[in-house]
C-alpha cells in the first residue's frame, strides 16, 4: 500500500456510507469492476484496508461491516477450494448470493436517488393527466389512474413515515420476482387489490423495497394499472384487460 493511498484511508470514516453494501459498491465502481465478476481476493482486501482506517464508527454500525467482512472471506475462502468437476451439474458461484444483494441494493440506492432528485425539482409536485380512467371502488370513492411519479411520491411518503431504525438485513432472502409472483397471485385471487395489502406480509425494509420495485416492473411491462383516489394515498393495483394492453 502506498504512502498516498494510506493516507486517503487513515481519514476515511465510515459514517459516511449507509452500510456495508454502500461501501462495497462505492470499491466495486472505484475499480470499475463488473458486479457479475467481482474480484474476491482484491475486494477483500481494499474493504479491510478500509476498515483498518475507519474511525468514529459506533459499536452497532461497526458490527455489520465486519459481518460482511466475515462473509467476503468466507467467499474468498470458498473460491480457493479446489473444485470437483461434474460434467452433469452446474457448479454454484460462492459470489452469487451476494451479487444478487449488492444488485438489489444498488436498485435500491438509484430509487432513493432519483426520488431525492425529482423533489428538488420544481416539477416534483406534477398535474394529473387531463383525460383519465376511472374506476368505482369501494362504495362512492373515485379511483383516477396515475403516473410512474405519483408512485414514486406515494413511496416517499411510506418510506419517510418509517422508523429510522429499520435496516436491510443483509442475509435476508427477498428478491422484486418473488414479489412479482406474489402480485401475479393477489391478482389471480381478487382481480385488483391494495398496496398495502403487500404490506401487510412485508416484514423489513427490503422487502418493501422489492414489493415497489416489482410494482413499477409491472407497470413497465404493462401487466398492470394503478390507481389512487387521493394525493399520497393508497395505490389500487389492477390487472391491465387485453384491450388495455393492446392500447385500444
Known amino acids: 500500500m502506498d504512502a498516498g493511498t494510506q493516507g486517503e484511508k487513515q481519514s476515511f470514516k465510515l459514517e459516511k456510507f449507509e452500510g456495508p453494501l454502500d461501501l462495497l459498491l462505492f470499491l466495486i465502481r472505484k475499480a470499475e469492476i463488473n458486479i457479475y465478476d467481482i474480484p474476491i481476493a482484491a475486494i477483500t482486501e481494499q474493504y479491510l484496508g478500509y476498515l483498518k482506517y475507519a474511525t468514529r464508527v ?21 473460491m480457493l477450494l ?7 451439474s452446474e457448479l454454484e458461484d460462492p459470489r452469487r448470493e451476494l451479487v444478487e444483494k449488492l444488485i438489489e441494493y444498488q436498485k435500491y440506492k438509484k430509487l432513493s436517488e432519483l426520488i431525492t432528485e425529482k423533489e428538488e425539482e420544481a416539477e ?3 398535474e394529473r ?15 383516477e389512474s396515475i403516473s410512474v411519479w405519483d408512485l414514486f411520491k406515494t413511496f416517499y411518503s411510506i418510506i419517510s413515515s418509517l422508523s429510522s431504525e429499520k435496516t436491510i438485513d443483509l442475509y435476508e432472502e427477498v428478491s422484486i420476482n418473488e414479489k412479482i409472483t406474489l402480485i401475479h397471485e393477489y391478482l ?9 395489502d403487500l404490506l401487510t406480509r412485508t ?12 410494482v413499477l416492473e409491472m407497470v413497465k411491462a404493462r401487466v398492470i394499472q394503478v390507481f389512487q383516489n387521493r394525493l399520497f394515498g393508497d395505490i389500487l393495483i389492477r390487472a391491465r384487460t387485453a384491450e388495455v394492453q393492446n392500447g385500444t
Do not use: H
Not at 459506533?58 to 470458498?78: G, P, Q, V
Not at 380512467?133 to 362512492?140: A, G, H
Not at 389471480?188 to 398495502?196: I, M, P, S, V
Open 124 to 126: 416534483w409536485i406534477l
Open 188 to 196: 389471480e385471487a381478487r382481480g385488483q387489490f391494495l398496496f398495502t
Open 58 to 78: 459506533d459499536l452497532d454500525n461497526i458490527t455489520e461491516f465486519y459481518l460482511m467482512a466475515a462473509t467476503l472471506i468466507w467467499i474468498k475462502s470458498r
Open 203 to 214: 416484514r423489513s425494509l427490503l422487502e418493501l423495497i422489492c414489493s415497489f420495485l416489482a
Open 129 to 143: 393527466k387531463p383525460s383519465q380512467i376511472v374506476l368505482p371502488f369501494l362504495d362512492e370513492e373515485v379511483w
Open 82 to 88: 479446489p473444485v470437483e468437476v461434474d460434467l452433469e
